[in-house]
């Protein structure tokens, strides 16, 4: 019987007169592996017995004799025997005057690789925990939201009508641009993204009002900052955490003037001002009374927005109510220059770390320091454990699906930016600046369909004749 333990020999190579057998591929493979597992335990059977493992289950009667073992035939003037590969071992490497023979020579250390999984970790230090805290409070907010009957009476704040009129028209531009481009192109926004636009636009435009100073309420004069007040019973009843104090300017006036600022979104629709923070409250609330899933997304450079999902477009799109921005992500780094650290979305669902998306270069990116990625992923995933607790199975089957969608999404954002990133430095790259592909794709299509537009409404105007001003 032959000695399981010895080296196997290699199989020929077939000549060229015969044929090359189908599995001689994968034998010659078993065979190498078998010949590197014999080579391991003879070296691995030859160490001292304090430096083997104590905890080893392998049976002693699988390792060959202390012998020399046998030796593969040098090849091309490669001796295996002046080359043998230490076995693996995860014991610090000794000191430059102690140094062990070349068979008990440790590999380095594994705790240096890099770019392994994140796994999530609880938050176990103050800062942690602190960061914790504030996003378990801050995922609280677009829970106000889910009232059926106030968001009801939103909808009373809303010309529906007008709303609705402007969406249908817009979604005909975009199919009639689709369908002029032929090829059954899918159009670029569908019905429900359109109803949000028109939202959006009249939102800026037609109801809510910034709020720097605020004037003077005696004799409408800019007013001066004075500081803090604190919160009158009547401004705590309707959700008022702080107060800012300004003072008329007028000499003659001197009058003080109180800005309280409202977190309640329902508040929002009777005083209808603010500054980004209620902008973006009220806001998101209204789209959730259209119907559309919304996310409140909180930035750590103090600013807020909002995101949308487009059923049409499978993924969530960024809406800025404040700038009348629709699907522009990189208006913060490209557009104002800013620097961006955390940006978490919250929904009723649950919340998810969308950095990656508005944030796809490291020149614009802050660093994350109030804790670490695998902090970071525990408490996105405890809070969408708790949103998604009473949920029944089908419903986290398909928010699970679209979070999966989602990462691969944030995925290919970052991996677009790197390979634009070296295709600038590539020899022969042309080193001109280029524009942002997002800008110059949103630029073209704006223009393509302002020019729709106007074709529309020349040939409308030709055989229908102008329009009645009232109805515009």
């Keep these: 019987m032959a000695d399981r333990n010895a080296v196997p020999r ?9 044929a090359m057998p189908e599995n001689w591929a994968k034998d010659l493979t078993q065979q190498f592996r078998r010949t590197l597992s014999t080579k391991r335990m003879n070296e691995l059977s030859s160490r001292p017995a304090s430096q083997r493992r104590s905890s080893s289950r392998v049976p002693t009667d699988f390792f060959v004799d202390n012998s020399q073992p046998p030796t593969l035939p040098p090849r091309h003037a490669f001796d295996a025997a002046l080359h043998t590969t ?74 529906l009508q007008r709303i609705y009129d402007e969406a249908q028209e817009e979604s005909e531009l975009f199919q009639a641009e689709a369908a002029s481009m032929g090829g059954n192109l899918k159009a670029a926004w569908g019905y429900q993204d359109c ?41 705590s009843a309707r959700g008022a955490n702080r107060v800012e104090l300004y003072q008329c300017a007028n000499q003659n006036c001197m009058s003080y003037e109180r800005f309280p600022r409202y977190n309640d979104a329902f508040v929002l629709l009777q005083t209808r001002r603010g500054r980004v923070g209620e902008w973006a409250n009220c806001f998101t609330m209204l789209c959730r009374a259209l119907g559309s899933r919304v996310r409140w997304v909180w930035n750590a450079e103090d600013h807020v927005w909002t995101e949308v999902y487009s059923v049409h477009r499978k993924r969530w799109v960024h809406v800025d109510c404040c700038e009348e921005q629709w699907d522009a992500p990189m208006l913060y780094t490209h557009g104002w220059g800013k620097k961006l650290s955390y940006c978490i979305a919250f929904s009723a669902d649950g919340c998810c770390d969308v950095t990656r998306r508005y944030v796809r270069s490291a020149d614009h990116a802050v660093p994350r320091n109030r804790c670490t990625e695998g902090v970071l992923l525990h408490m996105t995933r405890e809070i969408n454990s708790m949103r998604r607790r009473d949920m029944d199975k089908k419903e986290k089957f398909r928010l699970n699906a679209d979070d999966m969608r989602e990462d691969a999404e944030l995925r290919k954002y970052i991996i677009e930016a790197l390979a634009f990133n070296i295709s600038r430095i590539m020899p022969g790259a042309p080193r001109s600046s280029r524009s942002d592909p997002d800008a110059q794709k949103a630029a073209e299509a704006a223009q393509s369909r302002q020019a729709l537009r106007e074709r529309q409404q020349a040939a409308r105007d030709q055989h229908l004749g102008p329009r009645d001003p009232r109805q515009q």
């Design 10 to 18: 290699r199989k020929p190579v077939p000549t060229a007169h015969h």
């Design 86 to 159: 230490p076995p693996p071992s995860r014991d610090a490497p000794l000191a430059p005057d102690a140094q062990q023979s070349p068979a008990n020579v440790p590999p380095p250390a594994y705790s240096s690789l890099k770019n392994l999984p994140t796994l999530p970790v609880a938050p176990d230090d103050p800062k942690s925990l602190r960061f914790r805290n504030m996003l378990t409070s801050l995922s609280n907010t677009p829970c106000r939201w889910e009232n059926p009957g106030l968001l009801d009476d939103a909808l009373s704040a809303v010309p």
């Design 195 to 235: 109803v949000i636009r028109a939202l959006m636009k009249w939102f800026k435009r037609d109801f809510f009002q910034w709020v720097n100073n605020p004037l003077c309420s005696v004799c409408r004069t800019r007013t001066l900052a004075r500081g803090m007040a604190a919160p009158l019973p009547d401004e």
